[in-house]
């Protein structure tokens, strides 16, 4: 989801004045005249100076990221918390055949694997550079650095969603008295995840964007092909690729359980089978993070001009 915010402020971790020189005039433009020196101003609270503090280990990079993402408009908080909601919702209305079907394999306690899903398929999963341009592009040349600022933002976004979805799960596997799959989904919850991130995050690498007021897009909306096409086609991209992700992890594990399992993918698993599946999904998403960022930097630095080129500019869109 994509908050609508006020036109007064920029909400872009970039000030042009943070690279190369070039300064954006804040002398003349009071608060909410102009998006680009409101954010200019606004960075250096952010980032601290035009020579942001970048991380010396994972841990300070997971510090700095709970503290941006707890900084208003809270955009990341409200997307997760509103998808969800909405998921909820949709869950309280779905079908009761298809209901039945999601909940063959693996019970009631699927509700929180989709809740899970659907909680990470938002642009935070994807749009990984546009909106901190000025760590990135500090960080841009150091391999480790720029993993490390991924696998941070990886992170947060974790500890938002998974207390949340392993709580469900508790609930719900306290309900069906099922603790052993509780657990198997807790871990799926915990893991897996990561996997899907690090895949997601090549869309942000080879196709960034600017957060900016709706508003304010809309007054800019010129050349439309970039302002608003390109955008909105990146806006809703995750809702598609994070839950078509989640099932390619799990297709080995799917595959396992129905060659192996006594009745196949037609009734619900016995708890070791699905632990084992579980397991192959883990490992297969450990394979995915940790591979998927490596290619992640491996696509920036193919991409190196055209990324600095457009990251240092907000007015790109």
């Known amino acids: 989801m994509i908050p609508l915010r006020d036109a007064g402020t920029f909400e872009h971790p970039l000030a042009l004045s943070c690279l190369y020189g070039h300064r954006v005039d804040t002398s003349t433009a009071g608060p909410g005249n102009h998006p680009l020196a409101d954010r200019a101003q606004s960075v250096q609270t952010v980032a601290g100076s035009a020579d942001p503090q970048l991380p010396a280990t994972l841990t300070q990079a997971v510090r700095r990221q709970i503290a941006l993402t707890l900084l208003p408009p809270y955009e990341t908080l409200i997307t997760v918390a509103?998808?969800?909601?909405?998921?909820?919702?949709?869950?309280?209305?779905?079908?009761a055949g298809l209901k039945d079907k999601v909940f063959t394999l693996h019970g009631t306690l699927a509700?929180?694997?989709?809740?899970?899903?659907?909680m990470y398929s938002d642009v935070p999963a994807t749009n990984v550079l546009g909106p901190d341009a000025t760590r990135v592009v500090a960080g841009f040349d150091d391999p480790v650095m720029f993993r490390r600022l991924l696998y941070a933002k990886n992170v947060v976004l974790w500890m938002i969603v998974t207390p949340i979805c392993a709580i469900v799960a508790v609930i719900?596997?306290?309900?069906?008295?099922?603790?052993?799959?509780?657990?198997?989904?807790i871990?799926?919850?915990?893991?897996?995840?990561?996997?899907?991130?690090?895949?997601?995050?090549?869309?942000?690498?080879?196709?960034?964007?600017?957060?900016?007021?709706?508003?304010?897009?809309?007054?800019?909306?010129?050349?439309?092909r970039r302002m608003l096409v390109r955008w909105l086609t990146l806006a809703v991209t995750p809702y598609g690729l994070v839950p078509l992700l989640a099932v390619l992890l799990m297709?080995?594990?799917?595959?396992?359980w129905g060659f192996t399992s006594a009745h196949g993918l037609s009734q619900k698993l016995p708890d070791h089978d699905l632990g084992w599946g579980v397991a192959l999904a883990c490992a297969i998403a450990i394979v995915c993070s940790l591979g998927g960022h490596r290619v992640g930097g491996w696509l920036a630095q193919?991409?190196?001009?055209?990324?600095?080129?457009?990251?240092?500019?907000?007015?790109?869109?």
């Open 187 to 224: 871990v799926w919850i915990g893991v897996v995840p990561f996997g899907i991130l690090g895949i997601s995050s090549w869309v942000g690498i080879v196709f960034p964007y600017h957060p900016m007021p709706i508003r304010y897009r809309w007054e800019h909306r010129r050349p439309r």
């Open 172 to 185: 719900v596997g306290l309900q069906d008295h099922d603790l052993l799959a509780t657990l198997y989904t």
């Open 111 to 118: 509700f929180a694997l989709v809740l899970a899903a659907w």
């Open 82 to 95: 509103v998808n969800g909601a909405l998921m909820s919702s949709a869950w309280v209305f779905l079908p």
């Open 302 to 317: 193919r991409r190196r001009a055209k990324l600095l080129e457009f990251l240092a500019d907000p007015t790109r869109g």
């Open 251 to 256: 297709a080995p594990s799917l595959l396992l």
